[in-house]
């Protein structure tokens, strides 16, 4: 049975998000994806935690799964547009 991969670090700069897992893989994500993330102070942004299953932030009321970022997924509490 495999196992998904883990979070062991995360980093920001000014436009980008970046997870490095446990398996050795990097993801870097636009931090636009993240409203939250974009707009929250350097502080807010390191006031996180890891879990098997993705990033969590208290405070900002963020959790990003890593099987999210693996698949590409931005901000899933956006609203979305309908078609008419």
Known sequence: MSTSPEPVSVRFDD???VVE???GRTI???LAW???LFHARAD???DFYL???GIHWEGLDEDISV???LAGQADMTRAKVEAA
Do not use: N
């Open 21 to 23: 897992l446990d398996d």
């Open 44 to 46: 807010q942004r390191a």
């Open 67 to 69: 099987a999210g970022l």
């Open 15 to 17: 436009d980008i998000f």
């Open 34 to 36: 993240f409203p939250r």
């Open 28 to 30: 870097g994500v636009p």
């Open 51 to 53: 879990s098997r299953d």
